[in-house]
């Protein structure tokens, strides 16, 4: 179907692409945006979206909320590709009836966080490349993107630091290295560089430059500084370039792994990437360390995204102490043994009558043809 939409509306979805592009919009995004923009198409059987409005928007939108029972920032964002794609692409902003489509209302969700103790028996089940990428995302906070977009010049370890490019909304922060990992990235990183010295022997060795770093500097590519903590094992012919590439680990391998090591742990939790960095910035509070601190690792640009993790603290809601809790020793309270069942008396057992007995074709008498 997918293919039937390129042929059908192939100028629209270039339009989409280079929109997004000159926006500088992640590729996340893109794929995203293409993807929704793609299925809206097909759900009115690949008319040309001019053709469309927001009666035929509505019409998707509650098919994705009723029958595909989607999450709200889910249809959110299907709605957010739509509205992308009349106001910025096809210049239709200025129909008014695009502006009477409401956005689902997201509800308050609280994040999974897992014990210290729970951290470190899923840590302990992982192994190889994967285990080192969970552990920074436990230790420094960071999504999974940004860990695997770690390039060599990005950790610093002379001041354990970890420098986060191009992170959520396009910012650069810096972020915790800790101690204990950067002997094993010293290991890890000295590993990865005979393997790319060995690219090079073979004309290879090159990797993706961000926005036009290759044309101001033909041989960055090939560079060790710019090369990727975390690469893939496998290399890539560009097609535009020719260049033998390695892209970094691909994150499905690292989810992967957490599920995995999450049920050999015997969790009972729903433990995926983003998991530790919750766990990261809950102990972190827990520890005394100071909101605002906080907000700057993670890099929030609003301080009430940070304030949520106030409310998963290990002593309740808030961090507030239950007053039962401060009770010198309370007796457990009692338990009532159960009642035993009362039984009603049977009714006495009816005797039927002899002369009911000798008319009975029931009776236990034989019958008096099977004498012979």
């Known amino acids: 179907m997918d293919e039937a939409v390129d042929e059908g509306a192939p100028r629209v979805l270039d339009q989409v692409r280079a929109a997004l592009r000159v926006r500088h919009l992640s590729r996340s995004t893109e794929e995203a945006y293409v993807s929704w923009i793609k299925r809206y198409i097909q759900f009115h059987d690949f008319r040309h979206p001019k053709e469309m409005g927001a009666p035929e928007i509505e019409a998707f939108l509650s098919y994705l909320a009723v029958k595909r029972k989607v999450s709200a920032s889910t249809q959110n964002q299907a709605l957010s590709a739509l509205l992308f794609l009349y106001r910025d692409v096809l210049s239709m902003g200025e129909r008014p009836d695009l502006d009477s489509i409401v956005h689902a209302k997201r509800l308050q969700r609280l994040p999974t966080v897992l014990t210290p103790r729970e951290v470190t028996l899923v840590l302990n089940e992982m192994r190889g490349t994967s285990a080192m990428v969970a552990r920074l995302l436990y230790g420094a906070g960071l999504r999974l993107q940004e860990g695997l977009s770690l390039r060599v010049k990005d950790i610093d370890f002379t001041n354990c630091q970890l420098m986060v490019r191009s992170g959520k909304g396009g910012k650069d922060r810096r972020a915790l290295l800790p101690e204990r990992m950067a002997p094993i990235l010293f290991r890890h990183l000295n590993l990865v560089q005979k393997r790319h010295e060995a690219d090079l022997r073979r004309g290879a060795g090159w990797v993706e430059l961000p926005d036009a770093l290759d044309r101001k500097l033909p041989n960055a590519g090939r560079a060790w500084m710019w090369q990727w903590v975390f690469p893939a094992t496998r290399t890539y012919l560009h097609p535009e370039t020719g260049e033998r590439r390695r892209h970094h680990l691909h994150e499905t391998v690292v989810q992967r792994e957490v599920t995995q090591a999450s049920r050999a742990a015997g969790l009972h939790k729903r433990v995926t990437c983003h998991t ?97």
């Not at 309370?330 to 005797?351: C, F, G, H, L, S």
């Open 276 to 372: 530790f960095r919750h766990s990261f910035a809950t102990h972190l509070l827990e520890a005394g360390q100071d909101v605002r601190t906080l907000q700057e690792l993670l890099g929030h640009t609003n301080l009430n995204t940070t304030m949520i993790y106030t409310h998963v603290l290990k002593r309740g809601p808030g961090g507030v102490q239950s007053p039962l809790d401060r009770l010198s020793d309370p007796d457990p309270p009692k338990q009532t043994p159960p009642k035993a069942p009362t039984q009603k008396p049977k009714p006495p057992r009816k005797v039927d009558p002899p002369w009911l007995l000798r008319h009975n074709h029931y009776a236990d008498e034989p019958d008096s043809e099977s004498d012979d």
